[in-house]
């Protein structure tokens, strides 16, 4: 099992990893050892794509009677699938994350597997699946469509079970702040309900928006209790409100980001702070980069994840100016 991308990527892992535990399977560490071997592929950047196939061949030029499968963002887009399913050894492509789909893809048959013990000290558990923002730069509403989100009794009862062997769960989804939206309920109160109904795990945010933290979170993150995590992965993208603009990011600007950290950061007496910025964006000029650079400095961020602008087919960014 190999897995590329972020945090949603690697819970679909653990569920395929739980499912073939569960059918009999013996899950190897070297690929030279398997019957086969499950891609879990991502598409934010051109590079992670180029990575997922890097790895297949070299995959199959080690094992010769290997089989691979390919699930996962990449092979959901229909630009990237043509290229993905003539790679040496793949034998199936499975859109994002769909589990009869993925038995099938396997040749297996299980009973759903979620709540299993995962192979990473923290757990991960996501909430949600799926964006209904359309950033002119990202390609993964596309591959994981429209916000959908699990109910809370499924969540609470799942967490509960991996909190017998997990002390920390991170939540983890595609646009986690809008968790709830679909069915009138919020991530604060989903939060505040996993605080209280598991008592014996410590819960973290992954990457949430700095606008979408309501009033139930902030006081959950900035109490000092320990049961969550005072950690905040907030993507900024830019400083520049004509950039964010060009981004269609049109929730936010840069001072009201601004005022959500510092609210935050003036209420928590400690706060892990990161971003995800990207740098070389479509018109972005000299005086945007600057006023990103401004914000940065402004800002107490303990961390930043800074990347070059990736074209990705299909999506509007490929079609502005400059």
Known sequence: LRTFGCRANHYDTQVVRALAASAGCEIVDDV?????????????????????????????????????????CASALPESRETLAALPAVSHLV?????????????IQAPTARGARQDTVRATLRIQDGCDEHCTFCATTRARGANRSRSLDALVDEAARLAEWHPEIVLSGTHIGTYGADFG?????????????????????????????DERLMELLADGAGRVAPHLHAPLQSGSDRILKRM?????????????????????HVLGLGADIIVGFPGESDEDFLATIALVERLPFTYLHVFPFSARPGTAATRLAD
């Open 95 to 107: 859109s994002g994350a769909d589990e009869t789909a993925i038995m099938q893809a396997l040749g």
């Open 248 to 268: 269609g990011r049109h929730w936010y600007t840069a001072s009201t980001y601004a005022r959500s950290v510092e609210r935050l950061a003036a209420r928590a």
């Open 32 to 72: 030279a050892d398997a019957d086969v071997a499950v891609f879990n592929s991502c598409a934010v950047t051109a590079e992670a794509e180029r990575d997922v196939r890097k790895a297949v061949r070299q995959a199959a030029r080690r094992n010769g009677r290997l089989r691979s499968v390919v699930m996962g």
């Open 185 to 213: 309920s919020s991530l604060g109160a989903l939060v505040e309900r996993l605080v209280r109904d598991v008592p014996r795990a410590r819960f973290r945010l992954s990457s949430i928006e700095a606008t979408e933290v």
